[in-house]
């Protein structure tokens, strides 16, 4: 059977409610509540991972909760049995900050307590600040897609750095605020001429403006046909990108096996087994900027990951690993065995790849190699000046 693509990805489902009734009927707010919660059912059977938020559980006047967090806990911890054994982890990433615990909600304290002590949760801590666009910017740097539903201010600024760091942007515009602000605006701007394809990209024959309008939330559309539209765009989505920075020269005597490494080893472990899309910007694929400096450093700028192979020693690569290790981006570097490296890169661990061996050991090392530095901290943390 076919893995689903949302296997293993993180989903971060934000937004809230406004106070006035007249904006977001109660009705309306049960409707999304109901469409939350079956589209997180839905993707725990298809082994998807998520980003929850742990805060207050503030309330608007007639009662319903403003928030959508401890929802998703709750339906989260309530249905895990449909999440598949083999499923990647962790299942959570919790972001709290040093507040948060004593504002726990008491009807969810049982659940929080459950999923807390549960090795298929991680605990991020926003520290001490007790900014919201603090804890937004963890919350963004763990989910892979950000779905919006209702907001304001805040779910701008997060769909903002999903944005800047490439992830897909899939607003829904239930009626649960005014149509300027939030998911409902971010929802029209993609509507509007060609913006469609500057929240989301997918793989299919339907462009991103198609599948803006299959999901849209009108009156009369039912749950389960809400729940389904949503479901196939996320398994359209293009996977996170993993910017391939390489020996293009196809008239370098190390070409060959350059090319032979990336079709045998790295193209079947990154996109086969990791989810991953590699992006290569060799002239034979659709451009999308007029300048190959933009198509190369905007691609590069909005990738998840990013593979630096140095055999060569071109210049515009060691140009594009510099980008890549200022911006802070997961940088796995690699060699042809016996390349020369300029003396700064010593100090940076790298996978020194051979040319001979049987496929299923190469792939093995390029794996080991992966899995040790795919976690490795920036050359330079960025420090706040005010812990």
Same mark, same amino acid.
Not at 111 to 125: C, F, K, Y
Not at 206 to 231: A, F, H, M
Not at 332 to 339: C, D, R
């Given at each position: 059977?076919?893995?689903?693509? =949302?296997?293993?990805?993180?989903?971060?489902?934000?937004?809230?409610?406004?106070?006035?009734?007249?904006?977001?009927?109660?009705?309306?707010?049960?409707?999304?509540?109901?469409?939350?919660?079956?589209?997180?059912?839905?993707?725990?059977?298809?082994?998807?991972?998520?980003?929850?938020? +742990?805060?207050?559980?503030?309330?608007?006047?007639?009662? &319903?909760?403003?928030?959508?967090?401890?929802?998703?806990?709750?339906?989260?911890?309530?249905?895990? *049995?449909?999440?598949?054994?083999?499923?990647? /982890?962790?299942?959570?990433?919790? +972001?709290? %900050?040093?507040?948060?615990?004593?504002?726990?909600? #008491?009807?969810?304290?049982?659940?929080?307590?459950?999923?807390?002590?549960?090795?298929?949760?991680?605990?991020?801590?926003?520290?001490?600040?007790?900014?919201?666009?603090?804890?937004?910017?963890? @919350?963004?740097? %763990? /989910?892979?897609?950000?779905?919006?539903?209702?907001?304001?201010?805040?779910?701008?600024?997060? #769909?903002?750095?999903?944005?800047?760091?490439?992830?897909?942007?899939?607003?829904?515009?239930?009626? =649960?605020?005014?149509?300027?602000?939030?998911? *409902?605006?971010?929802?029209?701007?993609?509507?509007?001429?060609?913006?469609?394809?500057?929240?989301?990209?997918?793989?299919?024959? &339907?462009?991103? @403006?198609?599948?803006?309008?299959?999901?849209?939330?009108?009156?009369?559309? *039912?749950?389960?046909?809400?729940?389904?539209?949503?479901?196939?765009?996320?398994?359209?989505?293009?996977?996170?990108?993993?910017?391939?920075?390489?020996? !293009?020269?196809?008239?370098?005597?190390?070409? &060959?096996?350059?090319?032979?490494?990336?079709?045998?080893?790295? @193209?079947?472990?990154?996109?086969?087994?990791?989810?991953?899309?590699?992006?290569?910007?060799?002239? &034979?694929?659709?451009?999308?900027?007029?300048?190959?400096?933009?198509?190369?450093?905007?691609?590069?700028?909005?990738?998840? +990951? +990013? =593979?630096?192979?140095?055999? /060569?020693?071109?210049?515009?690569?060691?140009?594009?690993?510099?980008? #890549?290790? /200022?911006?802070?981006?997961?940088?796995?570097?690699?060699?042809?065995?016996?390349?020369? %490296?300029?003396?700064?890169?010593?100090?940076?661990?790298?996978?020194?790849? @051979?040319?001979?061996? *049987?496929?299923?050991?190469?792939?093995?090392?390029?794996?080991?190699?992966?899995?040790?530095?795919?976690?490795?901290?920036? !050359?330079?943390?960025?420090?706040?000046?005010?812990?």
């Amino acid at each position: 059977m076919r893995r689903s693509a =949302l296997f293993g990805r993180r989903i971060h489902i934000t937004g809230s409610v406004v106070d006035d009734i007249s904006l977001a009927t109660g009705a309306e707010v049960t409707r999304a509540r109901d469409f939350v919660k079956a589209l997180i059912l839905e993707l725990l059977s298809k082994g998807a991972n998520f980003v929850i938020p +742990v805060d207050a559980e503030k309330t608007r006047c007639d009662g &319903n909760p403003i928030c959508f967090d401890w929802l998703v806990w709750d339906a989260v911890h309530s249905n895990l *049995s449909r999440r598949p054994p083999d499923a990647p /982890g962790p299942l959570v990433i919790a +972001v709290k %900050h040093h507040k948060n615990e004593a504002q726990i909600p #008491a009807e969810y304290r049982s659940v929080w307590n459950a999923m807390r002590a549960s090795p298929q949760v991680e605990i991020v801590s926003a520290a001490h600040w007790n900014m919201a666009s603090k804890r937004m910017e963890v @919350q963004a740097q %763990h /989910g892979d897609i950000l779905v919006a539903i209702g907001g304001g201010e805040g779910v701008l600024f997060l #769909a903002n750095l999903y944005h800047a760091a490439g992830k897909p942007v899939i607003p829904l515009n239930f009626c =649960l605020g005014p149509t300027t602000t939030g998911a *409902s605006h971010l929802f029209d701007f993609g509507i509007s001429g060609s913006n469609a394809r500057r929240l989301f990209q997918t793989e299919g024959r &339907n462009t991103p @403006q198609s599948w803006l309008n299959r999901i849209e939330i009108y009156p009369g559309k *039912s749950e389960r046909d809400s729940v389904r539209d949503v479901l196939d765009l996320l398994e359209d989505l293009v996977p996170p990108k993993a910017f391939v920075v390489r020996l !293009l020269n196809s008239t370098h005597p190390d070409y &060959n096996d350059v090319q032979a490494f990336f079709d045998t080893v790295v @193209q079947p472990v990154m996109e086969g087994e990791l989810g991953y899309k590699l992006i290569v910007v060799d002239g &034979n694929q659709p451009y999308e900027h007029a300048r190959i400096d933009d198509e190369i450093f905007k691609k590069l700028h909005r990738s998840s +990951v +990013v =593979l630096a192979d140095i055999t /060569g020693a071109r210049p515009n690569c060691f140009i594009e690993l510099g980008y #890549a290790l /200022g911006r802070g981006l997961p940088t796995m570097l690699t060699a042809k065995a016996g390349t020369e %490296h300029p003396f700064d890169i010593y100090s940076l661990s790298s996978h020194h790849w @051979q040319n001979t061996g *049987s496929t299923d050991d190469r792939k093995a090392a390029f794996r080991k190699h992966w899995d040790a530095i795919k976690n490795r901290p920036p !050359l330079i943390p960025v420090d706040p000046l005010i812990p």
